[in-house]
C-alpha cells in the first residue's frame, strides 16, 4: 500500500491531511482512494494516461466511519487490531484503549461494533467490506464477486 499525506486547508483555515492510498490487490494500478478525513469524504479515482482523473465513486461516512475506516485502510493489507480501531474511536491512548478492552471487553467493543456495521452501505459503493478476525480486529477486503 502506498499512502501519501496531502495538507489541505478547512474552512476554518486549519490544516488537514488528505491521505492518498494505493490499495494493491483492492483497486486496479490506475485507481486511487482520496480520504479526507476532516470532510469525512472517501472519493475513488481513476487515472488514465492524457486524460483527467475520473470519480469512480464517492461517499461521505459518518463521524465514527472515518474514525474506524482511516486505521482500517492504513493497516491494508493487514487487519487492524481492536485496540487500534477503539483508540480511534474514541480519541484516547493506545495503552487507554488495551486497557479497557481488558478491564471491559463486552462494553468497550460496542462502539467499535457499532462504527464498523455502519460502514457497510458506504464501502459497498467501492466493492470493498469488512470482515471479522477473531479475537483479533476487523480486516478491510474486496467484496466477493455475486454469482448469476
Known sequence: MSDYAHEAQDDDGRQEGLLDLTLEGLFPANQTLMVNPAK?????????????PEIVAQHQFSPN?????????????????YDVLLASLGSMSLDDARRQMQDMWEIAIRPVRRAIAGLKGGLR????????IWSAGYLVEARAAKRA
Open 65 to 81: 466511519g472515518i474514525r474506524v475506516l482511516v486505521p482500517l485502510l492504513q493497516a491494508y493489507p493487514h487487519y487492524c487490531p
Open 40 to 52: 469525512r469524504t472517501v472519493i475513488l479515482f481513476s487515472h488514465t494516461p492524457g486524460r483527467k
Open 125 to 132: 459503493d467501492f466493492g470493498l467490506q469488512v470482515r471479522s
